[in-house]
């Protein structure tokens, strides 16, 4: 190890005080008479517990080490034990098109890969498509999977031909209809390399699609399982090349924390493309709306405000509206979190007090925000719909059966955090542009999404909210903790006093760090589900400093240093079962949101860096185990280049200097030019009280039922590990019973629903909304309203269906009926087949108007590429009706473009009008 002496600090500087003076030249003796060495000093414990150690020079994992040799070098032997002692037992589903659709949730096939005696090879027996296969063959104790065996896998697909041939399309397990004209193929996902459970992206994964060579309806595909050229490693050394002294420079006490901050500089040098915008990973090419705001709100702001500017501004639209990343069912408005880029774009303000800014950037986000209002803010709950912020693939984070409208039609703690702090920068914008009106108007935004969120998402028994309320025409909220979300409610004050304590020290966290959601989603690997992200750990610990959680603010600087530090780059996510980066779905090296959380902890955490709009204001947080002197050079704020030197530990300063004369509030004020020396001394105290933290294993929820309605009776299979079950009406608990059915009386109308509940009292998702109704819906054809399309699509209901785009049927006027006064869902049966269901950015949107008076907005999401056949219904729209005729009309209004520009395009089956109430 090599230490500067001048860095070194406490009892630790003063051991080595003797070996840090210049030694006088040694006279020659014998060996007989050298003296002895000095023993060498251990470098201080910072923190501990059973999975790691963080020391200040190095971290600890197992047999594994990474060391700090210089503030600019890093060692480490880690090596990924993802291809060690395979599990031989693989569990796999077949898929047509794509999509989970073979057999349902938790039963899958299962075989058992250990060739027979003269083979390498394995192979299934020949399957039929939607039955079960089970390898009973048992697994003898120390036996894995060997290296390179090959699996071949075959499937009698003759069923589903036989379908297609007879009538033309195949019934899923789930009752939905797949088309002859739209079958595109048959895959196998599993749940090892190279198979997959990611559903969305099978067709795009070689190897995943079997193919009928003789075409005898027997369709095969041989897979390679445990290669060891697949194996995972790191670098087993960085030392810094690139040139970052023209960035803030950093020293501590501790070797490995200077050293990590500089491979993070060095990262974020490396994350600027050419044209002076970020690129988002080694892996991530482009500029992504989400990744650059949160990793410019944590750092990037302050360290590179320019290439920050020029990356927000790479994602307007030609119509001046903020681009929605591609997302479920083809981006805006299932997915709405593009709103994080105002809260990063008022950061670059803040930072640079540049007032062209501001006012090139205040349309944007009005305009956006007008358009969100009439498309995804919920009036009854005071929230906003649409997918959780960053957690943007569907099967990682929603049931099983939530189809890309019924995530629109969710509500989410993230998201509308997000919305929150979007509608107050706004109207802090607009006092500072001395437009009071709008100021307010966005203020009392901000307020109904707060008073929504800690309405409906609060769980006062587990003190910390709850994921999303979801469901189809009644909502209930899912109970699992979402990591981000509740970090982003402590951190823009959604989550206040008691509240924001509570959050951060009852919220559960496992032993390599806080995962994006918990408990996990069993079946689904590790991206989201199951993982932990660096910058949502880095978000947490900033809450946690808010907060005055010391406990919970250490533990994040560890959970963020143990994998750059084993590592050796700032990696996407790691696996949050045993701290791995391989095993998840993907993984990015010199990842930009990861690294400017790295940054972020110093600049926001330790030394407590606010930016407001007229000053800097300091409220430095140090834990005890990181006390002694850190210092922070060439720092810039607007005009001025700050030296700032912290010493001592905890969260009350004791003095604060500017040029060696106290600074009144511990502010700088925004006027400040030149270059200037600040000096922050801490009390060395901490906090009181003591907050605790909360520990976990890593638990699995059980699996959501699957639920069906017959004679009565709501029935459904066992669920592995559940010892319960909640039944929910219409949203609300309505019993609890260990029996797997229940009996239900027909009403007006009702939507069922059942949750698994474990021994540990651990939730599943509720499953799929099943309605029971004693009487039918209203169909409107809507062929009947408008000219029916010639397009020769099929599984339409009536005499044909409707064409609605740019332009054609831009306003759809729709007369009705209402029968009897009471509460309506008003909902459309679509098809669009325009995009998969997981990406792009064609989803269909038209605004509902009653006699003139808007309803809302109805989203009819992508529903799988070229699959025009396959149809599903909108988003509800609630309303209540008086008897009588109606005039309905769906049109297509400025606020309603999607993020494509060019494509708006569906075609409408019939309209569904539903008496709930």
Not at 355 to 380: C, F, G, H, M, T
Not at 549 to 560: D, H, I, Q, Y
Request: hydrophobic share 40%; charged share 20%.
């Amino acid at each position: 190890m090599s230490y500067s002496c001048p860095a070194l600090g406490g009892l630790l500087a003063l051991a080595l005080l003797g070996s840090c003076q210049t030694p006088k030249p040694a006279a020659p003796v014998k060996s007989a008479a050298l003296p002895s060495s000095p023993l060498p000093v251990e470098a201080p414990l910072i923190w501990k517990n059973e999975a790691f150690a963080l020391y200040a020079d190095r971290v600890e994992q197992g047999p594994y080490v990474s060391r700090a040799v210089s503030r600019t070098e890093l060692t480490s032997n880690y090596q990924s034990p993802a291809n060690a002692y395979q599990d031989p037992r693989i569990t796999f589903k077949f898929s047509l098109n794509g999509q989970d659709n073979e057999m349902a949730p938790g039963q899958d096939h299962r075989i058992v890969a250990i060739p027979r005696a003269g083979s390498t090879a394995v192979e299934t027996p020949v399957l039929t498509f939607g039955q079960q296969f089970v390898d009973k063959t048992e697994v003898p104790a120390n036996t894995y999977l060997a290296p390179n065996t090959p699996l071949t896998v075959r499937l009698d697909l003759r069923p589903v031909l036989a379908a297609f041939k007879k009538q033309g399309y195949f019934t899923t397990y789930t009752g939905e209809k797949l088309y002859a004209q739209d079958f595109k193929g048959v895959f196998v996902a599993g749940n090892m390399a190279p198979l997959s459970w990611d559903f969305a992206n099978l067709s795009n994964q070689q190897g995943a699609e079997l193919k009928d060579p003789d075409g005898n309806g027997i369709y095969e595909v041989t897979l390679v399982l445990n290669q060891p050229a697949a194996a995972k490693t790191t670098a087993g050394r960085w030392q810094q090349t690139l040139n970052t002294a023209d960035f803030p420079q950093y020293r501590s006490d501790f070797p490995l924390t200077d050293a990590l901050y500089n491979l993070a500089l060095e990262e974020a040098r490396r994350a600027v493309e050419p044209d002076s915008t970020f690129r988002t990973g080694q892996e991530w090419a482009g500029v992504w709306t989400r990744d650059i705001s949160y990793s410019i709100i944590l750092a990037q702001a302050t360290l590179q405000p320019k290439v920050a500017m020029n990356s927000l501004l790479r994602k307007v639209s030609k119509q001046g509206r903020i681009i929605q990343d591609t997302g479920t069912g083809g981006a805006y408005p299932c997915s709405t979190d593009r709103m994080i880029w105002a809260v990063a774009a008022w950061e670059v303000y803040l930072v640079t007090g540049d007032e062209a800014w501001l006012r090139k950037v205040y349309p944007i986000i009005k305009n956006s925000l007008e358009d969100d209002r009439q498309n995804a803010y919920d009036a009854q709950t005071g929230l906003v719909r649409g997918e959780s912020s960053f957690l943007d693939w569907r099967e990682q984070t929603y049931p099983r059966w939530m189809q890309p409208v019924d995530i629109y039609q969710s509500e989410n703690l993230g998201t509308n955090a997000v919305h929150f702090q979007a509608n107050k920068v706004l109207s802090e914008m607009a006092e500072q542009l001395g437009d009071t009106a709008t100021a307010e108007q966005y203020w009392q935004l901000a307020k109904t999404i707060r008073t929504g969120i800690n309405k409906y998402l609060w769980q006062e028994e587990k003190g910390y909210y709850g994921q999303f309320l979801y469901g189809r025409n009644f909502l209930s909220l899912s109970p699992k903790a979402e990591a981000l979300g509740e970090a982003l409610s402590v951190l823009f004050d959604v989550a206040r006093s008691s509240r924001a304590t509570s959050v951060v020290a009852r919220t559960p966290t496992t032993a390599f760090g806080i995962p994006c959601i918990y408990p996990q989603i069993p079946g689904i690997p590790p991206y989201h589900n199951n993982a932990v992200w660096p910058f949502v750990q880095s978000f947490w610990g900033l809450a946690a400093a808010k907060a005055g959680n010391e406990k919970a603010f250490l533990e994040t600087m560890a959970a963020v240093y143990r994998p750059a530090a084993l590592f050796l780059t700032n990696k996407e996510n790691f696996v949050a079962q045993n701290g791995d980066f391989a095993g998840t779905q993907i993984n990015s090296s010199n990842m930009l949101w990861s690294l400017s959380g790295s940054l972020g902890l110093v600049y926001k955490g330790l030394f407590g860096m606010n930016f407001e709009t007229t000053q800097l204001v300091f409220r430095p947080f140090v834990p005890q185990a990181l006390q002694g002197t850190r210092r922070l050079t060439g720092f810039r704020y607007r005009g001025a280049v700050l030296d700032i030197e912290l010493t001592g530990y905890g969260n009350q300063i004791d003095s604060l200097t500017l040029d060696g004369r106290p600074l009144p509030d511990n502010a700088v004020p925004a006027t400040l030019t030149g270059h200037h020396q600040i000096r922050i001394t801490l009390v060395n105290s901490s906090p009181e009280p003591s907050y605790a933290v909360t520990h976990a294993e890593n638990a699995f929820s059980p699996e959501a039922p699957a639920v069906r309605y017959a004679a009565g009776r709501l029935s459904w299979p066992p669920v592995a590990g559940a010892s319960a079950y909640q039944v929910l009406r219409n949203g609300r608990f309505a019993a609890r019973t260990t029996e797997t059915s229940v009996a239900v009386t027909p009403a007006a109308y009702a939507e069922y629903q059942v949750v698994a509940v474990d021994g540990q009292g651990l939730e599943s998702f509720a499953s799929e909304p099943l309605v029971v109704a004693a009487r039918p819906a209203q169909l409107v054809q809507l062929e009947t309203r408008a000219a029916k399309s010639g397009k020769p699509y099929k599984g339409f209901s009536g005499a044909g269906f409707v064409e609605i785009s740019k332009t054609v049927n831009t306003r759809l006027t729709i007369p009705v009926t209402v029968p009897e006064t009471g509460l309506y869902a008003l909902d459309f049966r679509y098809a669009n087949g325009n995009g998969p269901l997981n990406t792009d950015n064609k989803c269909a949107l038209r605004t509902l108007r009653l006699d003139q008076q808007p309803l809302g907005t109805v989203v009819l999401p992508q529903r799988g590429v070229a699959e025009w056949s396959n149809w599903g219904f909108t988003n509800p729209i609630l309303v209540q009706l008086p008897k009588g005729p109606h005039t309905l009309t769906l049109s297509f209004e400025p606020a309603n473009e999607n993020m494509d520009g060019e494509v708006n395009q569906a075609m409408l089956d019939y309209l569904r009008l539903t008496r709930v109430e």
